[in-house]
């Protein structure tokens, strides 16, 4: 191709392009031109219903040599009590993990990966899943392991155990991320903080599932009627329906799940807060009650919903974010949900120095539909982008086979699919204002706004009265704790503390260590063995504390202040630890006998002896402790030396109850030193120290405890 035709053909494409995309508001004769739409006829799935009850759809899809598999069984998290929120996690991952009565879960692991194929489980609110995708060829192998984990789950309880490990820890982080936040603590303004779709775990509820809770749901639920299963993929359906029926036909009918009657409220309006002082932007939500999508109006509050908030081209995003700059990201309208009322949600992200800014913005464009309900060029924009976008949302058969079984599930028509793109094409002006009247004009919307107070604009009160949230995370119900105020100190207690004072060397070397420093060897056990660390720690009484991990891969610190926790790496930067690590962090460092017995004349702390106990072969004398929420037992022998620290802490795997066993005291510039300490978390060795060496006083500097620069 010569130079002068490559020149000539980029000419001609800049003047289409030019052609095509500088228009003016209405439609040009291009547009005009378009043909219409082709009518969409899906193929709709071979339903079988079994004597039994269980439903089956069967759609033969043959470009590729595939075939997957879903069965969606009555009955989620929603049906469970709220004393064991969670159990459904723990479920669906203990399903799988936990094998079969004849197989391990890690022996199916293994059968399956050569296989290339996958059995996985999972638990919901409304509904529990088993799914399989497997290789033509290997169809037959692998339907038998769906159906003997359909059947016959073992629910092993280590597989259970680590079940809960991992929900505890998922709960120790739930505060890291912004939107996080942001999406749980919408649904609690949306629906109540009891209601089954707003609950979340907690410590207490997670420890409350046991195995039996799990084989006990599965026999309640796993029913044939109570299960919807689906198949798509390189099949014969006649083939595959005799196959089908051979397993299941003769299992017998149970007992039918009964829905849970759940009880939605509009959010009570007002503004609500989140503190989280990490971040250098606002994440802000209005929040009323939506509509269930078998509302005649669905038909117009979508199209509504992407006028207003739905796409580049909405006017949330023309105004807030391109014009006024004032959004990371913005949208939301009213939302729909199968079976319950969905949720109302405008959404946006700001700079914290325009939270207030953003939210009169976003009430401003609220009030503009109001006024405003849409123009034509908006409504008929809106309906082009829905029904253009339609085919993307339904462009292969395994999609068309998950609405189809969504619709069987909730009870819709089984045409329901070919109505929606009908609905919307009659959507019209007047429509969309109706929608707007009936279900925005009246609207009194909840607020919610998680950021950093002191950088925003302006204060939130300036909205009204400011509901704060309080988002830390407990370790057991309210109300199970004992009083806050602790009881006195008995003069038993006074006596054993002062003893203990002394035999570590008195109360004015006890008073004088201002800060410490220490080197130790520490094993701790891991699945795979033991492994020994190597640490250098360093303290500023009363709240900085720093410890540097040896590990054969490499360097790692831990920072904890009453400002700070993170973790750091040389040349890897550093990261912020969940806020609930780092309560616990300073929380523990009040249990250190030093730091106990420098305050043993204080009177924030209570000291009450409480009769003995034998530690070993030794009676020790127990000493009750508590200071500001704080509360910890220790273990004295007759000599006033501490043989051990009894307390309950968190982890990253939530609340354990911790031994610390002390001995091996040596002298260390007159104050006495336990140079062995050995942990247990729940009975079970977390860690064993020995200590190397140990320094008082050394001059430290601030800098360790200042977070670096990535």
Not at 329 to 340: A, E, K, M, Y
Request: proline share 5%.
């Amino acid at each position: 191709m010569t130079t002068l035709r490559k020149v000539a053909i980029l000419i001609f494409i800049s003047m289409f392009a030019l052609m095509c995309f500088a228009q003016d508001p209405q439609e040009s004769a291009l547009e005009k031109a378009k043909p219409a739409l082709h009518k969409f006829s899906p193929q709709e799935p071979k339903r079988i219903e079994l004597p039994n009850g269980m439903i089956i759809f069967l759609q033969e899809d043959h470009e590729l040599p595939l075939i997957n598999g879903t069965a969606r069984i009555r009955g989620g998290g929603r049906d469970i009590p709220a004393a064991k929120t969670g159990m459904m996690s723990i479920y669906g991952s203990a399903w799988r993990t936990g094998g079969t009565t004849t197989k391990t879960g890690d022996q199916l692991d293994d059968f399956l990966e050569i296989r290339a194929a996958k059995v996985e489980t999972g638990g919901g609110v409304d509904s529990t899943e088993i799914s399989m995708s497997a290789l033509k060829q290997d169809f037959d192998q692998v339907f038998e392991v769906f159906v003997d984990l359909l059947r016959n789950p073992e629910f092993r309880q280590d597989k259970v155990d680590l079940a809960k490990k991992q929900l505890k820890t998922a709960i120790s982080r739930r505060n890291d991320e912004i939107s996080d936040i942001e999406g749980r603590e919408a649904l609690k303004i949306g629906y109540g903080a009891d209601n089954p779709y707003a609950r979340e775990a907690e410590y207490w509820t997670v420890d409350a599932v046991t195995r039996q809770d799990l084989i006990d749901w599965h026999k309640r639920s796993v029913q044939p009627n109570n299960i919807i299963l689906g198949i798509v993929g390189d099949f014969d359906s006649a083939a595959v329906e005799a196959k089908l029926r051979s397993a299941f036909a003769s299992w017998p009918k149970g007992p039918a799940m009964q829905e849970t009657n759940v009880d939605f409220k509009a959010p009570t309006p007002g503004t609500y807060f989140v503190e989280k002082s990490d971040v250098n932007q606002s994440a802000i939500e209005l929040i009323a009650q939506g509509i269930r999508r078998d509302n005649p109006d669905y038909y117009a509050v979508r199209v509504m919903n992407e006028m207003f908030g739905g796409a580049f081209a909405s006017r949330l995003f023309n105004s807030i974010r391109s014009k006024q700059g004032l959004a990371y990201s913005v949208g939301g309208g009213i939302g729909s949900s199968f079976d319950h009322p969905g949720l109302f949600r405008l959404e946006m992200g700001t700079k914290s120095g325009s939270t207030v800014q953003a939210i009169h913005s976003l009430e401003a464009e609220v009030a503009r539909l109001i006024k405003e309900p849409g123009s034509e060029e908006e409504i008929s924009r809106a309906k082009k982008n829905i029904l253009n976008s339609f085919i993307f949302d339904f462009d292969s058969k395994d999609k068309i086979l998950a609405e189809r079984m969504a619709y069987e599930f909730y009870g819709y028509p089984a045409d329901y699919l070919e109505r929606f793109r009908a609905g919307i094409e009659k959507v019209t002006t007047a429509d969309v204002a109706r929608v707007v009247n009936k279900y925005v004009a009246d609207k009194k919307f909840a607020v919610l706004v998680v950021g950093k107070s002191q950088d925003f604009d302006q204060p939130l009160n300036t909205l009204g009265q400011v509901h704060t949230i309080d988002i830390s995370i407990p370790e057991e119900p309210s109300g199970a704790s004992a009083s806050a105020k602790p009881e006195n100190s008995n003069p038993e207690g006074k006596a054993l503390i002062a003893k203990v004072v002394q035999a570590m060397g008195g109360k004015d070397k006890v008073e004088s260590v201002k800060s410490i420093s220490s080197t130790s060897s520490q094993v701790r056990p891991t699945p795979n063995g033991n492994i020994t660390l190597d640490t250098e720690s360093v303290a500023i009484f009363p709240d900085q504390f720093k410890t540097t991990l040896h590990a054969p891969q490499g360097e790692m610190s831990m920072v904890f202040t009453p400002k700070v926790a993170f973790i750091a790496a040389p040349g890897q930067g550093s990261q912020d630890l969940p806020e609930a690590m780092k309560e616990a962090a300073l929380k523990d460092s009040k249990r250190d006998p030093l730091f106990v017995a420098q305050h043993a004349d204080d009177p924030g702390f209570s000291f009450r002896a409480n009769g003995t106990q034998k530690v070993g072969d030794t009676t020790a004398n127990i000493l009750d402790i508590s200071s500001e929420g704080t509360n910890t037992r220790w273990l004295v022998d007759d000599k006033g030396q501490v043989l051990r620290a009894e307390f309950k802490t968190t982890t990253p795997q939530g609340p354990v109850q911790r031994e610390v066993d002390y001995s091996d005291y040596r002298p260390v510039d007159g104050i006495a030193v336990a140079f062995k300490r050995v942990t247990k978390d729940n009975g079970e060795v977390a860690a064993t120290t020995d200590v190397k060496s140990v320094k008082l006083n050394p001059p430290v500097d601030a800098a360790a405890f200042a977070k670096p620069t990535d």
